[in-house]
């Protein structure tokens, strides 16, 4: 039995790239997982295809950008569960382009699905999900190296994580009296679906190939490579322990050395 046994973790965004290694390896750590996104039918297809191996899991749809789905995901967890232990802050889009060209409804998108549902779904989970009444507790917010720095064409985006990267400090810092932790992790360059659809937004911004962008992207990853979303979820991993105690309030970079900051 692994120190975890029985623990539970609530997963946003865990139908794909980073939510979903992040689920499969808190699942096998021994933690019993929920996972949510918006797309209902990914969600049953990713439980099943978790359970298939073994695991612990099961779900229900969720829009972090609503304060309602945002409650009742987090009452079906602990409906389903028990009390929250561990929550991953995962779900977020990508978003940008020419600051002076942006509408407000794909600021306010940006925003609300990366930012603004940070706050709530962690209100959720501290109240709803009881970790409040715990003696320990991870959260952990997946951020992004432009989080800590400006990306071109990304003001929306670098805003939005910057501002992840705030809550955790703040939050991790208040916190730490009570055993909860709070952390912030920031991926660099990370192949999954977001980052392919990231590669299409660049080159049509810049009028040329995909193949272009990935090898300017490469070009600038000190590591030559894209991290992967097990690379990412290995510090998650970690972080969830009770050997990362010690470990609030930071925002640690996944990243092939994109970031040295
Ligand atoms: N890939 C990278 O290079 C990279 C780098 C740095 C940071 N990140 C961050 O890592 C996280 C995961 O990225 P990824 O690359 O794994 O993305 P991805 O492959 O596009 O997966 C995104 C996941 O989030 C869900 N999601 C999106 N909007 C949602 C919403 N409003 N409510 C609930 N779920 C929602 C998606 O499912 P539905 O569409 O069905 O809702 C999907 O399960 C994001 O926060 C991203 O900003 C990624």
Redesign the pocket.
């Known amino acids: 039995m692994s120190e975890h046994s029985r623990r539970v973790a609530v997963v ?10 992040v689920a499969r390896l808190l699942a096998q750590q021994g933690h019993q997982v929920f996972i ?5 039918e ?2 049953a297809s ?1 439980v099943k295809l978790l359970r298939n191996e073994g695991l612990d899991v099961e779900g229900a ?6 304060p309602e ?1 945002t409650e009742e995901f987090v009452r079906a967890a602990a409906a389903r569960f028990g009390a929250v232990d561990v929550l991953v ?6 978003g940008g382009g020419v600051t002076a060209d942006i509408d407000d409804d794909l600021w306010d998108d940006v925003i ?3 930012l603004n ?1 940070v706050f709530r779904m962690t209100r959720a989970v501290l109240n709803t999900g009881r970790m409040r009444a715990k003696d320990h507790g991870r959260i952990i917010n ?6 800590k720095q400006g990306v071109v064409l990304g003001a929306p ?1 670098s805003a ?2 910057h501002g ?1 990267v705030g809550f955790t400090k703040a939050l991790g810092n208040e916190l730490a009296p009570t055993g909860i932790t709070v952390n912030a992790v ?10 392919q ?2 590669r299409q937004g660049y080159a049509a911004a810049y009028d040329t190939t995909e193949e272009t962008i990935l090898d300017r992207f490469t070009a600038k990853i000190p590591l030559g490579r ?2 992967t ?1 097990e690379e ?1 979820a290995g510090l998650v991993g970690y972080l969830a322990s009770d050997t990362a105690a010690s470990i609030t309030a930071q925002a640690l970079n996944v ?1 092939g050395g994109l970031g040295n900051f």
């Open positions: 946003t965004g865990a139908t794909s790239g980073i939510g979903l290694a949510g996104a918006r797309n209902a990914n969600v990713t749809p969720l829009d972090v950008r609503s789905s802050n995962n779900a977020g889009r990508s609300e699905t990366n549902s997946i951020a992004s190296t432009a989080g985006y939005s994580k992840v920031c991926p660099g360059y990370v192949e999954t679906p977001m980052a659809r990231v894209y991290s979303p990412v990243c």
